[in-house]
């Protein structure tokens, strides 16, 4: 073209280094989007044996207060650049507060899930509302509700958590202020949102105006292994297996507008098959053992374990149990990417929906 | 005026007459809409000692099939002209199987709710779900969904059905259309939409469409109980005590875009305030013994009662007990109103929300 | 069968008597509904040349006022019972104010759209918005707000009105009240939900909350017929020919809750197909002559003309002029069986879509 | 605090380096989010006379094709670390086409937005549809619709882009793909979605369902001039002067899921009040010259300048002359924001809603 050979590349430089200086550039300097539409991490997987160890030592090192708000060790994906969260959107992290202990009480935009891990007798105060936690419940404190934690037993209470600030840091709107106080008054009974919005398919006649954020807070780990079993004997997605999404009573759709929270359940001998989609995901091994086969690397757990999928990851689940259940919960950015109409799934058409597994996770991260 | 003085009224009467012919009416010769805003119809209440003999002497002289299409009685408001509704949207009705018999299966645009009352061992088929009936269980058949009744136990089954016919007949929308064969078949297991809908706020991750139609088509009483005292703990409304709209878990509203439907307990010795709304409903006294006062006027009710509370009419509840509750389940038209934008409700403002009771039920009525 | 057998006729007449004593009905004595799914009423057509000179009488006979709150001819389809409707849920009339002339300020909970006919120069005020009228504009009034027209002109004005009445009285919601003054008092200049929200497709960047009520009042009809020109060069409905809906800008939905409006062109020459639907309508020729084959009657009209569509009735409309365009505003509750989820349509499947024309109107009317 | 007597910090350190080493960190060694709430980077400001210079060279370095998918000047904020953005979720820059020239076509997942400078005579082929251009058009390509533009007129084409590349970026959902011919071909005809979408409040009475993308692809001038006049005489807004966001007709929304798009008129001498919201915008001098002031710093701006907003920023607006009207028209993450729930606004309070002027963005830009 007579307009290359025209340009010599010292005039293109110099057109860049004179762009630059006024704060542009040219477009055609930059790389395209991914052409490859493949993952763009890889996935990473946090062992409990670490975990435990380090909240352990966490308990000797800090304590909740003017020190440190938060007693949390962060799981954070060193793939994802300049990230402290376990994926692009979300952040996942363990949290301990001893007996007796107040983590004091703050609020901020980004918004917070809590999926009990261990212990009992710890109340998360959301906006007024006394929560109680429980091995197996999922506590909501969206975005800039007050809300602290205090340890009323004689043991150590131990908990996930996951956020979205990733997400609200790539918005810039991440902000936050203590409060005044060390933890905001309860102004409500324990149990206040889930007698209104709790038992199934009911909601007070006065008062429930939509929302896109859940009014109930707390969704007990009774009532969503009952619902899991239930669902079992009915009918299940070949890719995911038995899986419910929490939901807003107001509304049917997330729990929050930024975090989306997920049960599943692999019955014994179940390999589903593969997909992908836009979205990634966090998940907590809350029991059981397996595998999850992501791009081809099989990833193995078992109970207590953390793992990150990457967005656009061929993945698919194994109970390595013939005998007992595993139960997978998970947070995943699929609001974000229905809002903004971004979302997209694709099932791994080849062998059945099953890949070839062409090494291990360990493989791959020694 | 001019015009007055000038007009004979043999020539406005020939005017109207010609008007007439053509298929045209003067407007000022109509009355206005209504401008005192009061109830349009008085209330009405349907003993269930009689429903009770009714029903039996009915067993004796039909059965479902051929003869009678449903062994149903009606319990139709004589105050709202050329209606065979409880009020001018609903119906209120009450239907028995015995053991072995069929209702055969049909589908219609109107829609029904059933509400258990007695027995059990029955099924209705809707669109291929067979869904069980006990008492105080509360089942969906939404419209155009083919549905019939059978009855595999050894005693009487006995509900209340409520329909939207008034109001889909002014529409002039009512079809129907028998099923070729006697009942539609079983397409799904028993308790599907319930494995699916019916555990509190979780949904499947997978087919969830969202639809003006609750796909959870049974509310069960277990659930409703638990959930009526859970409430009863934490709030309850000035109006209504406590009371629960039955909702679609897909949208958080109405289970039906025709039909709502309450569940509400009034606490021993409860006695509510008085307001007024643009719906009517239907209400069935499933336990316990009390007065509803309508426009001063005062109907006593006790279990297995039925009554029509008409629109616009000032109303107030009270428990006539003081040791037990009493549970009054409800149809209304709110989701029409709502949804044409109609709706608005006031509270009674004098003696602190109570109407003078200006008389009885009986006197009225006798 | 043995019940049958046992049953004498006269036992089953006692029964029923004793059910009406009590305000009970035995369902089997009821017809059930509609089996055919045809059109529940034949279609009804209003002559302009009629309409003129009772338009004209009218004005000799009443003025608006104390005497008659509107100079308003109603068009009342005889066929629908009970009703002063066009069909069965929305009124047709046309309505006169002669120079100087004030039809007072009111209120009522129903809608109602003008769509002008002759004249220009009158003011409707709405909710304090004054709402210029030349022909072809459509001017909404919706439920609950003040309202009344003013001719500032020396001519007289002519329009047509149609409203929600026979639904809302249906429902039992008809409320009416007159502004305690002869006009509600201009708040706003003219023009004024036009500018904000009458130019294409932009909102101001403030108070624009969503509503099921079009903030805009005004469509005028230069824009209108601009806009069926552009549409009639890209596109058609086989059943409708070149056809919009107005909407309401702020949510892409119907103007109003319960009343839908419609402007069609039948380009020169045109016959659509046929279909049918659960849904109704009032149609204004408001240019050029024709004919609608409704059930196999055609019903020709031209300039001027009215003519009510029953629900369920196949049609299809045929432009007399192979040189000029027909015109045709209607009015319908397709936003009523939308929200109520009744909406259906089928086409007609036979002859290309064409009915055999099997009578004219006039010989099945006269 | 007895824990922190005992913690030295050499053993923290080695907690933090062990916990490093396995993918986690300890949450109290993180920073927290902002606690001042104030802009997180200041503003920029990009003179037209650097980029028509610019736009120029460019045409004389390249040409759209294999070479350079497109010739376009990117307008990014230095500020914005790793960001090719003018804000950190949208971008802003100047493509050029001269006679003649394709810009092949591509899609991606990003959306964009082209609001056109100078020329005519082009043609942006969006999903089939051919758009025209002309100076104060905007035309929507939104995600994942092929699109590429064809200059067939005799002179050179300049407009402005938007799209949400850093937010989608950020999102790591940034796919694309060239299309495998030139140019992807024309479907349907010159102003299709304009003939159906375009003219006002009306929509087909066929094909029209709700979409979060607007269907309508072209916003022409003529009639957004038109309605800023319009506005003028009615209403402003102390903020924003005589102001319009584009609409999807379809829904009242925006146009894309994370573009606004709007349009604003200061009027001659207007200097507006002050206020600060969670969104960021990029604006484009489109007519007349000004200021705004931004965090109390002066940026002057006049015909054909860019510049960006920071979210958070207080800012003001100012037209310097009291004859002309200055036209801003500017995209924003306003839609990202509201789905999200993250949207907030604060007026400024203090000086009847003006900032002091502290400095000029020359002095800070040094």
Request: proline share 8%.
């Amino acid at each position: 073209m007579a307009i290359e050979q025209a340009v010599d590349s010292e005039r293109m430089e110099s057109f860049f280094r004179r762009l630059e200086a006024k704060g542009m550039d040219a477009l055609w300097r930059q790389r395209p989007g991914d052409r490859t539409g493949g993952a763009p991490f890889p996935p990473f997987r946090w062992r409990w044996s670490d975990i435990e160890s380090f909240v352990q030592e966490a308990t000797e090192l800090v304590r909740p207060g003017p020190q440190a708000e938060r007693r949390v060790v962060l799981l954070g994906n060193p793939h994802v650049p300049g990230n402290l969260g376990a994926t692009h959107t979300l952040t996942a992290a363990v949290q301990t507060v001893l007996p007796g202990e107040i983590a004091p009480s703050h609020r901020h935009t980004a918004a917070a899930i809590r999926w009990v891990l261990r212990g009992k007798g710890t109340i998360t105060m959301v906006d007024g509302e006394p929560c109680e936690m429980n091995p197996g419940d999922l506590v909501l404190t969206p975005g800039w509700c007050w809300h602290g934690h205090i340890n009323q037993s004689d043991g150590p209470m131990v908990w996930m958590d996951s956020l979205d600030v990733p997400l609200v840091g790539a918005l810039q709107a991440m902000l936050q202020e203590p409060y005044p106080d060390e933890l905001n008054p309860a102004t409500k009974p324990v149990g206040d949102s889930y007698a209104r919005y709790g038992s199934g398919s009911m909601r007070p006649v006065w008062g429930s105006t939509s929302s896109p954020i859940s009014p109930l807070l707390t969704f007990p780990w009774s009532q969503t292994e009952r619902a899991l079993h239930q669902l079992a004997k009915i009918d299940a997605s070949p890719f995911d297996d038995v899986a419910f999404q929490f939901t807003n009573p107001l509304t049917g759709g997330h729990v929050l507008p930024t975090i989306g929270c997920w049960i599943q359940m692999l019955r014994p001998g179940v390999r589903t098959q593969a997909h992908r989609h836009m979205t990634s995901a966090v998940y907590q091994v809350f029991r059981g053992r397996g595998s999850t086969i992501i791009d081809g690397v099989q990833l193995d757990w078992e109970e207590g374990d953390f793992f990150a999928l990457p967005p656009r990851a061929w993945h698919e689940h194994v109970n390595r149990s013939t005998e007992h259940e595993a139960l997978l919960f998970s947070t995943n950015d699929l609001p974000v990417f229905e809002a903004l109409n971004l979302y997209r799934e694709e099932p791994y058409a080849d062998r059945n929906g099953h890949q070839d597994v062409i090494g291990s996770y360990e493989e791959r991260a020694g």
